[in-house]
Nanobody, 122 residues
Framework: QVQLVESGGGLVQPGGSLRLSCAASGSILSIDVMGWYRQAPGKQRELVADITFGGNTNYADSVKGRFTISRDNAKNTVYLQMNSLKPEDTAVYYC????????????????WGQGTQVLVSS
């Protein structure tokens, strides 16, 4: 089974920074796209940013210029550097791995992490 383990969430003041990490494990041969989604109370889960194996990135308009996504393919790890945080960034952040190829498994599958809380408040 593929596991995605997130870390780096917490409480930060407005204007502050946090760095989220997500490490995928479980006999993985490759991961096409890795990304971060978030879900605030009472709202739908939304894409924050994603990055392809080749390094192409995509960001939600609300985080462009403030957040930076990156990945280490050798470690199957994705990062999200979040700067200039705002109260509206408060949410549970989920790591996603799309089209994962596993050793000994036919087909490509998607996986989710368990989520990490980010709270932006003074």
């Amino acid at each position: 089974q593929v596991q995605l383990v997130e870390s780096g969430g917490g409480l930060v003041q407005p204007g502050g920074s946090l760095r989220l990490s997500c490490a995928a494990s479980g006999s993985i041969l490759s991961i096409d796209v890795m990304g971060w989604y978030r879900q605030a109370p009472g709202k739908q889960r939304e894409l924050v940013a994603d990055i392809t194996f080749g390094g192409n990135t995509n960001y939600a308009d609300s985080v462009k210029g403030r957040f930076t996504i990156s990945r280490d393919n050798a470690k199957n790890t994705v990062y999200l550097q979040m700067n200039s945080l705002k109260p509206e960034d408060t949410a549970v952040y989920y790591c996603n791995a799309e089209r994962v190829l596993k050793l000994g498994v036919t087909g490509l599958y998607d996986y989710w992490g368990q989520g990490t809380q980010v709270l932006v408040s003074s």
